[in-house]
T-cell receptor, first 114, second 117 residues
Framework: GAGVSQSPSNKVTEKGKDVELRCDPI?????LYWYRQSLGQGLEFLIY????????KSGLPSDRFSAERTGGSVSTLTIQRTQQEDSAVYLC????????????FGNGTRLTVT | KNQVEQSPQSLIILEGKNCTLQ??????????LRWYKQDTGRGPVSLTI???SENTKSNGRYTATLDADTKQSSLHITASQLSDSASYIC????????????????WGLGTSLAVNP
């Protein structure tokens, strides 16, 4: 497709369960970002991948959160032992990664932890 | 502290009218300022990106201005349409030296705009 694709669009899970969120970036975009958007809050940076470089994990809120990007394309964000405060919209974005370039966002995964 | 503040928090206007949204920032060092539009249930979409030397930039009916001296930006929407109903988010980048400075983006909370018929 032409845009960033995220799946699932909605996920409801029980507290304590693990979840995996998937992101397919735009073809050719070397940079990929994960953000979290909670109600009434600005976008919160989670993690950044650029090519084959080590990812910038400085935004991950706890060690329950991890992400990987296989083959420089698809990325998976994993949340282990989910808590109710993890409920939010998780947004993925990709960009060409050179200079000042706009982020292209997917429509997000809305995660609800019950 | 690096902050981006937007006003008003919400705004209701009639279709066809113009409006202006404000963004004040205290981000330093400044690299660029961006405006995004976010429809309900969708990801943000880029409207404009302005660097230090740019005072104004247009994208259709959207015109953004930047005053780097006073650290203020505005987004003017002309002849509003129902499809303009969305949240408009101001974003400032503070990382001037590194390529891929999207990592240092400071996001505002957005202005929620409702355009009524």
């Amino acid at each position: 497709g032409a845009g960033v694709s995220q799946s699932p669009s909605n996920k409801v899970t029980e507290k304590g369960k693990d979840v995996e969120l998937r992101c397919d970036p735009i073809s050719g975009h070397t940079a990929l970002y994960w953000y979290r958007q909670s109600l009434g809050q600005g976008l919160e940076f989670l993690i950044y991948f650029q090519g084959n470089s080590a990812p910038d994990k400085s935004g991950l809120p706890s060690d329950r959160f991890s992400a990987e990007r296989t083959g420089g394309s698809v990325s998976t964000l994993t949340i282990q032992r989910t808590q109710q405060e993890d409920s939010a919209v998780y947004l993925c974005a990709s960009t060409l990664g050179t200079g000042v370039s706009p982020l292209h966002f997917g429509n997000g995964t809305r995660l609800t932890v019950t | 502290k690096n902050q981006v503040e937007q006003s008003p928090q919400s705004l209701i206007i009639l279709e066809g009218k113009n409006c202006t949204l404000q963004c004040n920032y205290t981000v330093s060092p400044f690299s660029n300022l961006r405006w995004y539009k976010q429809d309900t249930g969708r990801g943000p979409v880029s409207l404009t990106i302005m660097t230090f030397s740019e005072n104004t930039k247009s994208n259709g009916r959207y015109t953004a201005t930047l005053d780097a001296d006073t650290k203020q930006s505005s987004l003017h929407i002309t002849a509003s349409q129902l499809s303009d109903s969305a949240s408009y988010i101001c974003v400032v980048s503070r990382d001037v030296r590194k390529a891929g400075n999207n990592r240092k983006l400071i996001w505002g909370l957005g202005t929620s705009l409702a355009v009524n018929p």
